[in-house]
């Protein structure tokens, strides 16, 4: 006898809403059962047995269940559906795009377009240097006084972070646009 599979096989996205749904279901503290019951209160019937499932990624999870179960778990879809940093993409959803454009597309944040991609990154990198001002003003008005325990090194490593962000958003641009107008600092 012949085994037949109905439909596409689950995929990544399935994968990426298993290891959410567990990750999310420990940082509340609650098991199978009691989700089982806040899922049957919010009207939707999904038994311990078929969330240990889901969780294993043995059954699949359909638009509904994912509601009720965000609800359930006080997230939302949204974080049910986005891949951990270092994971594939979701199914469908090309490799070509670096994980936090995807998770941004998850979150209804940015198309996955090259016009809404640059629109993105643009304003990412109006916010670094904005970033990079402020604490470039502040060590400014701080000088070289050292009276103890102060922000200045915080204010510096956070200058870092912002000053190493808008060169990786530099690139990503470049990327999308080798035309473009170049950002500046």
Sequence with gaps: MENRQR???PGRT???????????????GVD???LSARITQ???????????????GDRRVDVDDLTALAYALETTPASLLTPT?????????PD????????????????????????????????CQSYIKRFSDLLALMGNEDKGISHRDVYEERLATHRERLALIR??????????????D
């Design 7 to 9: 439909g596409n096989p």
């Design 14 to 28: 399935n994968e990426h809403v298993a290891s959410n749904l567990r990750r999310a279901r420990h940082s509340i």
């Design 32 to 34: 199978l059962r009691e």
């Design 42 to 56: 919010v009207g939707r019937k999904i038994s311990p047995s078929a969330l240990s499932k889901i969780e294993t």
């Design 85 to 93: 940093e270092g994971a594939q993409p979701p199914t469908g959803v």
């Design 96 to 127: 070509r795009f670096v994980p936090e454009e995807v998770q941004s597309w998850v979150q209804g944040k940015v198309k996955l377009t090259t016009d809404d991609l640059l629109r993105y990154w643009t304003q990412e990198a109006h916010d």
């Design 171 to 184: 690139g990503r641009l470049f990327e999308l646009d080798p035309m473009g107008v170049p950002i500046e």
